[in-house]
């Protein structure tokens, strides 16, 4: 049951994400030959007046063929043939899109809750090794963890559970002023919580009222967090805290969201992880493809805007064909390391 929900929802994030790209050429005028959602033989198949629209049989992607994105069409509509800033939107569009459907998520999800845990410590649980002076006292509010700023008790929960068994630089605000504690040892202990033993740092954080005011800022602050996520999980990737091994892809992602909806008690619960599941993820894909990597819409806006500087060096039109080489080089790089990501899912699910 799960899966086919998680299905559904991965395929929104890929059909909203072409449909922005989709959209935004239809609005500036640009010949659009295919709006496709999904990948590999043709399902279903309806011809527009000059777009063909389809839907394939592997719900693992999409696409919006414009004409010229290639950089070979004589056609004045073409995509090659827009001005700088029209290339630009039809590209951000597909991030832009993903990023405002993953808001939107939030706030709805938002829109039923009654409060929000805070940051401030309201009282410590019995015995906690983090209670003292020259530790931590009732109505410290925590400020950051290791240079990360903290808003919502989830931002507590998140990264001190990334920093989890070592020393953090922590800074808190006491009275009104601002204390540093530097490579302070933050431990655990094992404490009974609804008949469940859980190992816990012993503090317990304020409640704030949850207004319409108060629900929009949490849910600007969610979005926000799920943008300093990729940063995070790319600085952890670069210094090797995780590995290779350890991305997702589609599968992954898919297999992912029916975990979270088979560990939920209910079914509306269920329906309700997979979709904050699914926001995090279309803010992460919005992020992830505006990076100036090559291949990526963020690597083309870069291009577009490289060439237009070089260009008014060297006062001539740069050959189109070389960014073309240099995307088509990366498309397969990047094939090959999603292949690798696809096997690795594959793997995991198998041994799993």
């Given amino acids: ?45 309806k011809q527009g007046k000059e777009t063909l629209y389809s839907l394939r049989a592997l719900p693992l992607g999409g696409f919006c063929a414009l004409e010229g994105e290639n950089g070979d069409s004589d056609d004045s509509r073409s995509f090659i043939a827009q001005k700088r800033w029209k290339r630009i939107v039809i590209l951000a569009a597909g991030g832009v899109a993903n990023m405002l459907l993953g808001f939107i998520i939030v ?143 589609p599968v992954g992602i898919i297999g992912a969201m029916n975990e979270v909806g088979q560990s939920s008690s209910t079914f509306v619960e269920a329906l309700a992880s997979i979709a904050h599941f699914t926001a995090i993820i279309g803010i992460n894909i919005a992020v992830m493809n505006l990076l100036p990597i090559p291949a990526m819409d963020g690597g083309r806006i870069v291009f577009i805007i490289v060439t237009w500087v070089i260009e008014k060096v060297i006062r001539r039109r740069v050959d189109p064909k070389y960014e073309g080489y240099i995307h088509s080089a990366a498309m397969v790089l990047l094939m090959g390391l999603m292949v690798l990501i696809l096997v690795n899912d594959v793997v995991k699910i198998v041994n799993g």
């Fill in 1 to 45: 049951m799960y899966i086919i929900v998680a299905i559904i929802a991965f395929g929104i994030l890929i059909a909203v994400h072409e449909l922005g790209h989709f959209s935004a050429a239809k609005l500036l005028g640009v010949r659009v030959n295919e709006f496709a959602i999904g990948m590999g033989p043709k399902l279903i198949k």
């Fill in 107 to 249: 706030v709805i999800l938002t829109s039923g809750m009654e409060s929000f845990s805070g940051t401030t410590i309201s009282r410590f649980m019995d015995d906690s090794p983090n209670e003292g002076a020259d530790k931590l006292i009732v109505g410290d509010t925590l400020v950051s963890v290791n240079g990360e700023r903290l808003y919502y008790y989830n931002d507590v929960s998140l990264f001190l559970e990334l920093f989890k068994g070592g020393k953090v630089d922590l800074v808190i605000k006491r009275d009104g002023e601002t204390i540093r504690f530097n490579q302070m040892q933050l431990e655990q202990k094992e404490y009974i919580v609804d008949g469940e033993t859980k190992m816990m740092y012993g503090f317990i954080f304020n409640r704030i009222g949850a207004n319409a005011w108060e629900k929009l800022k949490y849910s600007c602050y969610s979005a926000m967090n799920y943008i300093r996520l990729v940063r995070v999980s790319l600085a952890m990737l670069i210094r090797g805290a995780v590995g290779v091994r350890e991305l997702s892809g």
